[in-house]
């Protein structure tokens, strides 16, 4: 394994404030931030200088009206576009380098400048549609990024993978008709957004590059792994994507205060460990990870850490099999019942 680890953080970031009391607040990225110190002397890591997103990139995914409207929040205290998602005077300048964040993070590991990244940014994206704020995000930052590589880069196969605690309606929507990226989410279900059910499995050309894994709360460590190594790996080595992008959301941390999945630092490592592998087996271990939910700082803050920990290759141990054993062996678990009918669905598509 060679090659640096880009992580992308600005105080730009912090400049975006959705109101008193907003779970998705910029403390989320201050817990995040103190915590870095002292990981800048690892020789395989450097901070990255992000750029914003041009109208023109954005437009690989939004609509130019939908952008203007975003636009035109710039300067204004307050503006509320969606029930969830409010802005102040410096979210646009910050969702335009969110998205750009990932757009430098494709650029440089595509070009073997970097071997993989994090972009630590806000607001989040994946539930972002083409033309509408939703949940918290303004501009969608992964599939901007995504359809970056495509389009500017000449990727031909893009692998997004969302843990996120919710579904990423957005992303979905925006390359469910192509096979040129394959999105595969693992959320709690039936949860907000509402979209993400296991029969949404693309159109047309994108029949069968849409993968989601509904799940009810509850599902931990061993309920993740068992996710990824059962139904992403065997569908992630068939599809043979060039880049993996990943929707970090550390919302599906056992305390978070929005979700009830139960999942610790353990599983964010072992998870990450995963994709890292994959990574390294499937495309010279290029990996772009952007974050998106997490509301207990305690939980987001050494999620991210155990994350940036994994992408240098400081913890080398690999999902442990202890983690991989209980769980999902059990007759009369529900988790088991669900990866069976996953299996029934996608097998005109994959082999298990
Ligand atoms: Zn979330």
């Known amino acids: 394994m060679k090659g640096k680890t880009l992580l992308f953080k600005d105080d730009l970031f912090l400049a975006h404030d959705p109101g008193f009391t907003h779970p998705e607040c910029p403390d989320r990225l201050n817990a995040i931030y103190s915590a870095l110190i002292g990981l800048e002397s690892n020789v395989d890591l450097s901070f990255s200088v992000p750029v914003s997103a041009d109208q023109s990139t954005l437009g690989l995914v939004h609509t130019p009206s939908y952008i203007q409207m975003v636009a035109a929040t710039a ?9 969830d998602t409010k802005t102040s005077a410096r979210s646009y300048d910050a969702a335009c380098l969110a998205a750009g964040s990932v757009v430098e993070g494709v650029r440089l590991i595509a070009s073997g400048q970097a071997r993989n990244g994090f972009a630590l940014v806000r607001p989040p994206g994946h539930h972002a549609e083409a033309d509408r704020a939703k949940g918290f995000c303004l501009f969608n930052n992964v599939a901007v990024g995504a359809a970056y590589g495509l389009k500017k880069v000449g990727l031909k196969k893009i692998l997004i993978i ?10 979905q929507h925006s390359f469910y008709e192509m096979d040129q990226v394959l999105y595969f989410s ?23 590059y849409t993968v989601n894994v ?20 065997p569908i992630a080595r068939q599809y043979q994507p060039e880049m993996i992008l990943v929707s970090a959301g550390y919302d599906i941390y056992y305390g978070d205060p929005l979700g009830s999945m139960a999942v610790s630092e353990a599983g964010f490592s072992a998870m990450t460990r995963l994709l890292v592998n994959l990574a390294e087996e499937l495309c010279g271990g290029r990996l ?4 998106e939910g997490g509301y207990d700082l305690e939980g987001l803050k050494t999620g991210v850490i155990a994350t940036i920990n994994e992408l240098v290759g ?11 054993e209980s769980a999902f062996g059990q007759p009369g678990c529900p988790g088991l019942e669900a990866l069976k009918m996953i299996r029934q669905v996608f097998k005109d598509h994959w082999t298990f």
Request: no cysteine; net charge negative; aromatic share 10%.
């Open 75 to 83: 300067g204004k205290p307050f503006e509320s576009l969606d029930p």
């Open 162 to 171: 969302d843990w996120d605690l919710h579904h990423g309606n957005g992303t």
């Open 186 to 208: 693992i959320h709690q279900y039936p949860f907000y957004p509402g979209t993400g059910a296991m029969h949404e499995i693309g159109r047309g050309e994108g029949l069968g």
């Open 214 to 233: 509904p799940f009810a709360g509850g599902q931990n460590d061993q309920a993740y792994l068992a996710v990824f190594n059962d139904i992403l790996l």
């Open 288 to 291: 772009m990870l952007t974050l």
């Open 314 to 324: 400081k913890n080398t141990g690999g999902p442990s099999s202890e983690l991989l």
